[in-house]
């Protein structure tokens, strides 16, 4: 085995992000999971009541799932009659997605633990610093951009 070390002289961005996401997301998954549903669902629910009625393609831009991965969630989120699935008048091929009123009923009932973590954090980290946090992330995002194949299937 080579004992030379390596040529890694940077931290881990890519881990720390992760790390950072689990620190976060922990405190969130017990919410979701009582009510029954995935990550990726709340992401679709999310984005849906953040921006209305979306197209699928949309929604994955959103959310960072690939087609397929969509695909399977929003079938199973179709079948809990958490969101609805229409094709456009105007070009059958494509499809509107939007949230169901069971779907809106199930978000507002999730709303007061969801805020509730979220004074939690703030209260943890500092309201300030989650400010500057969220600042941040919209700058690296902003300057960075997207890279549309990245979906790590969560």
């Not at 946090?133 to 790590?152: H, N, Q």
Request: hydrophobic fraction near 40%.
């Amino acid at each position: 085995m080579d004992s030379k070390p390596l040529d890694l002289v940077h931290r881990n961005l890519p881990l720390l992000f992760l790390q950072a996401r689990e620190s976060v997301f922990a405190r969130f998954r017990p919410i979701l999971n009582m009510a029954g549903l995935t990550e990726q669902q709340w992401r679709v629910v999310r984005a849906l009541l953040d921006h209305g009625p979306l197209e699928p393609r949309q929604i994955g831009d959103i959310c960072r799932l690939s087609s397929p991965s969509l695909a399977g969630i929003l079938a199973r989120m179709d079948d809990l009659g958490l969101v609805l699935r229409e094709r456009l008048e105007n070009d059958q091929r494509r499809v509107r997605v939007s949230v169901t009123p069971k779907g809106k009923a199930l978000a507002a009932s999730l709303a007061p633990t969801i805020e509730a973590t979220y004074r939690e954090l703030e209260n943890q980290l500092g309201v300030e610093f989650i400010a500057h946090l969220y600042a941040t992330l919209d700058e690296v995002i902003a300057k960075l951009g997207t890279a549309p194949d990245s979906d790590d299937g969560s």
